[in-house]
């Protein structure tokens, strides 16, 4: 570790100002407390809340022996806060899931493109039942009427087009 995570009392330079010690000492404070929690992120966080907390006293801090040591313990006393409230709330995992429903944006994009290709190979009526009934959301006696045919074609057309596609999706994928 280099001289920035010296004990406090090393410090030769004693800041007068509450933006001069940010200055001067606050890259220390950060990489004391990502040392700390090992999180860049949240180290800026403590230290932040540290000195936002620290900024309306300053002048009360200044007249100890060590201004550098009493800002250090608070941002370890915030690390461990910050540490029950995560323990309290959160649990870590190896792996964000993704909500449900929700995909990558290129992912959304293969798959829209596949889907494409899928509906483009089947035949004109099958592909028409198909949109009808999941991209309109109709009923197969709406969809029976609008293609001018029996609900049990609509039926029969749909299942045709299902199957024909997951021919073709087993084709593209190499499981058939």
């Known amino acids: 570790m280099g001289s920035d995570l010296a004990p406090a009392g090393a410090a030769t330079r004693r800041p007068e100002g509450f933006d001069d010690f940010v200055r001067s000492r606050g890259g220390a404070l950060l990489r004391f407390a990502y040392v700390l929690c090992g999180d860049a ?34 941002v370890v006393r915030q690390f461990l806060s910050w540490r029950r409230r995560r323990s309290a709330g959160e649990a870590v995992v190896a792996e964000v899931p993704e909500p449900p429903g929700f995909e990558e944006p290129q992912q959304r994009v293969l798959a829209r493109d ?63």
């Open 41 to 74: 992120h949240l180290a800026e966080d403590i230290v932040q809340e540290v000195l936002a907390r620290m900024h309306p006293r300053w002048a009360r801090v200044t007249v100890m022996d060590s201004p550098e040591a009493y800002v250090r313990t608070a």
């Open 114 to 176: 596949q889907m494409w290709q899928l509906l483009a190979g089947l035949p004109r009526a099958q592909r028409a039942v198909l949109v009808l009934r999941f991209y309109c959301d109709l009923p197969d006696a709406d969809i029976a009427a609008l293609l001018d045919c029996r609900e049990t074609t609509v039926r029969s057309q749909a299942a045709r087009a299902l199957a024909r596609m997951r021919t073709m999706l087993g084709e593209v994928r190499g499981d058939g």
